[in-house]
């Protein structure tokens, strides 16, 4: 038995916020930005949280597909960007969509989000815990984003998209699944509050403790190395090889990441999927995004082999092979 993607969905926010915008808020320039990360466009939401985002692409998903929420037994949402600190973000999708025959609980992963959630829907259903699965990537990072800093403000969009995961009996599916994280680099990505470290208080606002820290430069180097060691160690479980990979979807931090993975393993360009020009850094939804632009625009057929792969805060990367 395997877990199959069945049907994938996605939203993104109306409101676009372009790099000449980015030009009137802080020392930068499109030509920058474009060069340095193939940024464009991201989305942004302005009234709606996470939970609307997720909830709008599980619809889209249940649209896709030949269930009906009340047939859905699983609903996970990977973020970092929850609507609050508690009840997870996932009840709030499993309200708005009706699923009422589910559970639902949320994971943080960072970037890596999406697969590691995916990577607990495909164990549920090896084991016979559960039949289907939604899983969703979701994020508002515009919310954590100081936009006075210009470092990591040009990098970051929201969005949200996932897919559902069945149980079945071919040879599709996910073939194989490696995650790892590394604790000792906890400081290249963070953002310091509110937890339980530093509580909500005036000084955490006053000293933007509140928005995502990131030591872009370190984390960039260390990106392209690992996501292809990932991927290696996924395709040696798959017994494959890169030259068996049909399309590439990498999690879409910088357009020269990608480039150099793609480069790095010997893989043809053209089979890595970009959105990152226009959906930005959306961390946990980027993936998922990415796939179901790919599937909708007709680049992954049936049969085709996917290499998912992921790297994010800090450190998590993790890889998926997938016959579609
Ligand atoms: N516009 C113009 N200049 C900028 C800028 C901006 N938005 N942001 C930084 N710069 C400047 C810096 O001040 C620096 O100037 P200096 O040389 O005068 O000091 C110069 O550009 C280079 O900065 P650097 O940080 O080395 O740029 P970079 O090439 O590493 O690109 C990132 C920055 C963030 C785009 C890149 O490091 C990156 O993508 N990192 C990985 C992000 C990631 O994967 N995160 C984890 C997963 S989500």
């Not at 464009?40 to 889209?60: F, G, M, Q, V, Y």
């Not at 609507?83 to 609980?105: H, K, M, S, W």
Request: glycine share 6%; net charge negative.
């Amino acid at each position: 038995m395997r877990a199959r993607i069945t049907a994938t969905g996605s939203y993104l926010p109306e409101k676009i916020l372009t790099n000449f915008d980015l030009e009137k808020m802080v020392d930068t320039s499109d030509e920058w930005i474009r060069q340095r990360t193939g940024i464009e466009i991201r989305h942004i939401a302005e009234d709606e949280p996470t939970s609307e985002l997720a909830a709008k692409a599980a619809l889209d998903i249940l649209k896709n597909s030949s269930l009906s929420a009340s047939d859905v037994e699983l609903i996970i949402v990977a973020t970092v960007t929850p609507d609050q600190p508690l009840p997870a973000t996932a009840l709030f999708v499993q309200e708005r969509i009706g699923a009422y025959n589910a559970f639902a609980f949320d994971i943080n992963a960072a970037c890596s989000g999406f697969i590691y959630a995916l990577s607990i829907a495909n164990a549920y259903i090896l084991s016979g815990f559960v039949k289907n699965a939604i899983v969703i990537g979701a994020e508002t990072l515009s919310k954590i984003t100081d936009w006075t800093d210009r470092s990591t403000c040009v990098i970051f969009g929201d969005g949200a998209a996932g897919v559902l995961l069945e149980a079945t009996d071919g040879d599709r599916g996910i073939l194989s699944m490696v995650l790892h994280s590394d604790g000792r680099y906890t400081d290249l990505m963070r953002v310091p509050a509110p937890g339980s470290r530093i509580p909500c208080s005036k000084e955490a606002i006053e000293n933007r403790d509140i928005y995502i820290k990131m030591k872009g430069n370190e984390t960039f180097k260390m990106a392209i190395r690992s996501i292809a060691s990932v991927s290696k160690e996924a395709l040696d479980i798959a017994g494959m090889d890169f030259k068996d990979v049909d399309w590439m979807i990498c999690h879409q931090a910088n357009k020269r990441i990608i480039d150099g993975v793609a480069r790095r393993v010997g893989l043809d360009e053209d089979k890595a999927i970009i959105t990152i020009d226009r959906h930005a850094n959306t961390a946990a939804a980027s993936i998922p995004l990415a796939m179901d632009w790919a599937l909708k625009t007709g680049k992954i057929k049936e049969g085709d082999i996917v290499l998912l792969n992921s790297f994010g805060a800090s450190l998590t990367w993790s890889a998926s092979v997938v016959r579609w």
